[in-house]
């Protein structure tokens, strides 16, 4: 890996972002840049890798298997993000699997790398604890959700979350996707949708749901 490609590898928004061009040349051990295909399985519950991922390009999705083997989603994340944390503190997995759904690119660090980068800037512990603390917030969130909340609230603010990121125009995602995102099925998804496009909430096209009242979005997800 060349210098240029191992300082965009290592530039990531939540974290170490901040860090300028020089300090980051001087990593002395290049990080592992990898690609990976829709559909690869990145990690297990029983692995134990101690590893640092930096999703660069693409989705992954968390997500756990129930008794009857059916699938919790517990994130899904985008280009930007990491994940793998819990590892480099003497973690297992957390019963997790880690999914591509997209093509990815992705930036694999080992437990060592990690420990020199915060050796060298302190401040990045921090950071990575609270992105820690951030997604324990988050995936407790959405079990209250799935304890409390109607299917049309849920999946009403699991598209409003999904605008924060990409705006009002969300691309990517499947019935399918949506449905695992709020443990439901995909035709129940389906029929949510179609009823929020019939209430001109959002409209609808191929892997793509333009959002035309966000408004009326938090009214649904605050029922």
């Known amino acids: 890996m060349d210098t240029e490609q191992k300082i965009d590898c290592l530039r990531m928004e939540n974290i170490f972002g ?3 061009k020089a300090k980051q040349a001087k990593m002395d051990r290049p990080t592992s840049l990898n690609t990976c295909q829709r559909g690869k399985i ?3 519950p029983e692995d134990t890798h101690e590893v640092l991922f930096i999703l660069k390009k693409g989705r992954v999705q968390l997500y756990r298997l129930s008794s ?3 699938k919790l ?4 994340l985008g280009s930007g993000t990491i994940f793998g944390e819990m590892a480099l503190i003497g973690q297992r997995m957390s019963n997790r699997f880690a999914e591509a759904i997209e093509d990815c690119l992705l930036c694999v660090m080992s437990r060592y790398d990690v420990e020199q980068w915060v050796l060298r800037k302190p ?3 921090l950071r990575l604890m609270q992105v820690m603390a ?6 407790k969130a959405r079990l209250k959700d799935r304890a409390f909340k109607s299917i049309p609230a849920r999946l009403a ?5 999904l ?7 969300i691309y990517g995602y499947t019935h399918q996707d949506l449905a695992e995102a709020i443990g439901t099925y995909r035709e129940t998804a389906t029929q949510t949708l179609n009823k929020f496009k019939s209430q001109h909430l959002i409209d609808i096209s191929r892997r793509r749901i333009d959002i035309l009242d966000s408004a009326g979005l938090e009214q649904v997800a605050a029922e």
Request: with cysteine; charged share 30%.
């Open 123 to 125: 401040e990045l512990a």
């Open 68 to 70: 009857q083997g059916k």
């Open 163 to 169: 605008r924060e990121a990409q705006g009002d125009h």
């Open 73 to 76: 989603v517990a994130a899904t």
């Open 134 to 139: 951030d997604r324990l917030r988050q995936a």
């Open 42 to 44: 990145l990690y297990r």
């Open 18 to 20: 901040d860090l300028c």
């Open 157 to 161: 603010s699991l598209l409003l979350h």
